[in-house]
């Protein structure tokens, strides 16, 4: 059975400074990997995924990912931090070859200080 | 805009009704996924349609949990004699389906059971 684990229900930077959001995952076959953003009120919008390409993953917003298949992990970073990045984070794994539906970790939110 | 609505945004009911929940794909889609996300949590996996076809029905928690999707385009997750336990924001997403197709989520629909 696949799983997401989010290390950190809450995550807090200043503005201008580097975020990192941690995923651990645990797949029994190569996944796929995924980053969700959600805003208050709003459905989930994807920031990047991993298809088993290039293992460092460039996504909106200036956000990006590397997949390290001996650490298990898939971190979402961001050089700098900016207000309107305060949200909430879901990483997600699929199944390679498997169904598509998504199991998701239980979020990290991020708030940006001033 | 063309992306996966739902309806109602919000639905209030009393613990026996029975409730239904829309969902208006993106034109095209083939793939279309129910997601239950409880406050504080993350998403989690509920049935999944290729075209009008239900090809996974794990998540579903209980059999008042029904969902349809008979032309392959809308879907409807319907709740029978609804539970306090079945508060939740039910999320829809749709995809072109393989090769890995991204899931577009919809605003969600907020059920409260009073």
């Known amino acids: 059975a696949q799983s997401v684990t989010q290390l950190g229900s809450h995550v807090s930077v200043s503005e201008g400074a580097l975020v990192l959001l941690r995923c651990n995952y645990s797949?029994?076959?190569?996944?796929?990997l995924f980053w969700y953003v959600q805003y208050p009120n709003q459905g989930l919008q994807l920031l990047l995924k991993?298809?088993?390409?290039?293992?460092l993953v460039k996504g909106i917003n200036g956000f990006e990912a590397e997949f390290k298949k001996s650490e298990t992990s898939f971190h979402l970073t961001k050089p700098s931090a900016h207000m309107s990045d305060a949200a909430e984070y879901f990483c997600?794994?699929?199944?390679?070859?498997?169904?598509?539906?998504?199991?998701f970790g239980k979020g990290t939110k991020l708030t940006v200080n001033p | 805009g063309a992306g996966v609505s739902q309806s109602p945004r919000y639905k209030v009911a009393k613990r026996g009704q029975d409730v239904a929940l829309r969902c208006d794909p993106i034109s095209g889609h083939v793939s279309l996924f129910w997601y239950q996300q409880a406050l504080g949590q993350g998403p989690e996996f509920l049935t999944y349609?290729?075209?009008?076809?239900?090809?996974?029905k794990s998540g579903l928690p209980s059999d008042r949990f029904f969902a349809e999707r008979p032309e392959g385009s809308v879907s409807t997750l319907k709740i029978q004699r609804t539970q306090q336990e079945d508060s939740a924001v039910y999320l829809c997403a749709s995809s072109l389906g393989f090769p890995r197709g991204e899931q577009y989520f919809g605003p969600g629909t907020r059920l409260t059971v009073t």
């Open positions: 349609f290729q075209n009008e076809a239900q090809l996974d």
């Open positions: 997600a794994v699929s199944e390679q070859g498997g169904s598509e539906k998504l199991v």
């Open positions: 797949s029994s076959v190569p996944p796929y």
């Open positions: 991993y298809t088993s390409a290039a293992t």
